[in-house]
């Protein structure tokens, strides 16, 4: 019938209750889009593109590691960029996780390499550095 009783109205408010920190985190990072007037996917993109080289132009070449390849993975989070990290090394070096777990940058030795895990494009950090 389209109406709601005392009883929804109770469940509703568990349920807010109960996801008031992820509602918050999601106002917050709405917030945030609009004052980095970020209105579609395109615009993401090209912030997420100038994020990406802004990122690289940072890092140095680390001292007595000039002939070690430095390999970032990026991507959005929860999409296996750890995982990925494990698998190329053969071992659990990365923690990996069903949902945001990378919150920092991280370095793994390889052979001949190193990989960088980076936290995930929708973590509201990475939109803002």
């Known amino acids: 019938s389209g109406k709601h009783t005392d009883g929804d109205n109770g469940v509703i408010a568990l349920i807010a209750e109960q996801n008031k920190e992820l509602i918050e ?13 970020l209105n579609s996917y395109d615009d993401l993109d090209k912030h997420d593109q100038q994020k990406i080289v802004s990122l690289a132009e940072k890092t140095e070449a680390m001292s007595g590691m000039t002939d070690v390849n430095s390999i970032g993975l990026f991507g959005l989070t929860a999409v296996g960029k750890s995982t990925m990290i494990n698998s190329l090394l053969g071992k659990q070096m990365a923690e990996v996780g069903l949902s ?3 919150i920092e940058f991280s370095g793994y030795n390889g052979t001949n390499c190193v ?6 494009r929708n973590a509201i950090d990475f939109i803002s550095c």
């Open 115 to 120: 990989f960088y895990d980076v936290p995930g």
């Open 25 to 37: 985190k999601y106002d917050k990072l709405l917030k945030h889009l609009a004052d980095l007037n």
């Open 100 to 102: 945001e777990t990378t």
